[in-house]
């Protein structure tokens, strides 16, 4: 069973759309979850960070985390063309363990129609 | 702002060479640094985690005699790829964390695009 999982997309929005991405993991020990934007031929960065569970809004950007379900999910309100990409799930387990260390899921293509 | 840079940006190398890759914090210390390795429409891949003044701790399946890791400092992690073949061309990236601020966020480098003829 692969560690973080994604719908591999892609996924097509008209612009203004909400687009909304999917992640699961197995991990019960993970703790830190995050998103991260990779256009192509570059590297990722990351839009959104959470920890606890609930919802959690930055601008457009709002993460959301069942960890009882070990889910987690971004919405992206009024996609724009930009937003384009390729979105990564990446989790982080307990620091100072074994498990401290980003494991990403495969990413979900976004593609935003004008 | 954390600021990871990586160089160089792109190299071709011949097969059989070794090309070192290097991966600096710029304005903030590091104690933890990752190496990623990523082939076209495909995930990154965790190849080890790399911890300042200690060995890398390598992922199954990365042989640790041809990725050499060195983290010789708080604010430098570099990554040597020895003896390389055309099957190790791919886009390596580095990412590096913060240093004592009890968070996992990783930030990163821009990526190193590898190439063996």
């Known amino acids: 069973q692969k560690e973080v999982e994604q719908n591999s997309g892609p996924l097509s929005v008209p612009e203004g759309a909400i687009a909304s991405l999917n992640c699961t993991y197995s991990?019960?020990?993970?703790?830190?979850f995050f998103w991260y934007r990779q256009y192509s031929g570059k590297s990722p960065e990351l839009i959104m960070s959470?920890?606890?569970?609930g919802d959690k809004e930055d601008g457009r950007f709002t993460a959301q985390l069942n960890k009882a379900s070990q889910y987690v999910s971004l919405l992206i309100r009024d996609s724009q063309p930009s937003d384009s990409a390729t979105y990564l799930c990446a989790v982080n387990g307990p620091m100072e363990t074994s498990y401290d260390k980003v494991i990403f899921g495969p990413g979900t293509s976004l593609s935003v129609i004008p | 702002g954390a600021v990871v840079s990586q160089h160089p940006s792109w190299v071709i190398c011949k097969s059989g060479t070794s090309v070192k890759i290097e991966c600096r914090s710029l304005?903030?210390?590091?104690?933890?640094m990752f190496w990623y390795r990523q082939f076209p429409k495909q995930s990154l891949m965790l190849m080890a985690t790399s911890n300042e003044g200690s060995k890398a701790t390598y992922e199954q399946g990365v042989e640790k005699d041809k990725f050499l890791i060195n983290h010789a400092s708080l604010t430098l992690s570099t990554l040597t790829v020895t003896s390389a073949h055309p099957e190790d061309s791919s886009f390596y990236i580095c990412?590096?964390?913060?240093?004592?601020?009890?968070?996992?966020?990783?930030?990163f480098g821009q990526g190193t695009r590898l190439t063996v003829v």
């Open positions: 304005d903030f210390q590091a104690t933890t």
């Open positions: 959470i920890y606890s569970n």
């Open positions: 991990d019960r020990v993970s703790q830190s």
């Open positions: 990412s590096a964390r913060r240093r004592n601020t009890g968070s996992t966020e990783a930030f």
